[in-house]
């Protein structure tokens, strides 16, 4: 029964903060900071898949977890660090929404997120499930960062928050996804942050930022 409480309790922790990740990447302005947000819900999500496999006996969890510390904690941090340094300036200095309306936006998405999954919640027993509001949320944040935010790095992590939010929700309720599913999901967001980094790179070289708002200086 203590081991049980533990768990659930652990669980509970690590969840919570792939959500309080998502709300600090919205929070600060500065690429460095937005980056170590994202890094810090990288390790939550791999403590995440760890805390499971550890609970359900799984071996292939064990591995995911593996594989989310190596993708979404050491490689993509790195890339996007790499980046930043381009431009150390890089901040969001005039969002499309400001700082305050964006953290009244993360408390009105979670509580939707709440009120979409109370039915599954209601239906279905288990703690995992009952963490899975945490998922949808982040994956709310993801898409408001993509609308309220101009930096190319903030794109970039808007994006990689929705796919930690997804990856949160297929953890909690099939209590692990296959390995391959995993692993292909995880090289396809490696290729996407590759591309989108030679991109940006090729932006910085054309109008020295880092910002979506030059590109309308692109149009003949």
Known sequence: MRSDSLTSALLALSSGTVLVGAAVALWRRTAR???RA???????LA?????LGLQLHIALLLVTASLMVAV??????LLLQRLVAL???????????NVPASLVAVVVLTLVAFYATRPLVRAVSGVP???APFGLATVLIGFFILVARRK?????VGLLLIDNGIALVALLLTTGVPLLVEL???LDVLLVVVVLRVLATRLHAELGVLDLDALKELHD
Do not use: F, R, W, Y
Request: charged content about 10%; glycine content about 10%.
């Open 47 to 51: 403590a995440t898949a760890l805390v």
């Open 152 to 156: 190319v790095v903030s794109q970039m």
């Open 72 to 77: 979404k904690v050491v490689v993509i941090p």
């Open 184 to 186: 292909g999901g995880t």
């Open 33 to 35: 900071g937005i980056v």
């Open 129 to 131: 499930v009952t963490l």
């Open 87 to 97: 431009d150390p300036s890089n901040a969001e200095s005039d969002p499309v929404v």
């Open 38 to 44: 994202m890094q810090l819900q990288g390790v939550a």
